[in-house]
Nanobody, 125 residues
Framework: EVQLQASGGGLVQAGGSLRLSCATS????????INWIRQAPGKEREAVSC????????HYADSVMGRFTIASDFAKNTVYLQMDNLKPEDTAVYYC??????????????????WGKGTLVTVSS
């Protein structure tokens, strides 16, 4: 059974940092791209970042470029999203999702193979 477990959310002031983790099990970690997708209240889902474990490709949304960093730990089958200089507009539920292959410029959110439960990030002003 494939499982993705997102954790690390919380309440932080603007300008602060959080690190999210996506622990995976039951899949061939090296074959999958792990995506972070967020959804703010009343808004559509937004693809935030992606890392492709097969070829190392990384993608960031323009809204987080330069502030967020994604990385994979192959020993732990876990992907991290380091979020720095957080802004109130980063407030959302963050989900990790896995799809076979690489990252693409336009993320097929509805086409993700596996999803984890979300973790809430709240950034106060």
């Amino acid at each position: 059974e494939v499982q993705l477990q997102a954790s690390g959310g919380g309440l932080v002031q603007a300008g602060g940092s959080l690190r999210l983790s996506c622990a995976t099990s039951g899949l061939r970690f090296g074959d999958y791209a792990i995506n972070w997708i967020r959804q703010a209240p009343g808004k559509e889902r937004e693809a935030v970042s992606c890392i492709a474990n097969a070829d190392g490709r990384i993608h960031y949304a323009d809204s987080v470029m330069g502030r967020f960093t994604i990385a994979s730990d192959f020993a732990k089958n876990t992907v991290y999203l380091q979020m720095d200089n957080l802004k109130p507009e980063d407030t959302a539920v963050y989900y990790c999702a896995a799809d076979w292959g690489t990252c693409t410029v336009v993320t097929d959110i509805d086409g993700m193979a596996y999803w984890g439960k979300g973790t809430l990030v709240t950034v106060s002003s």
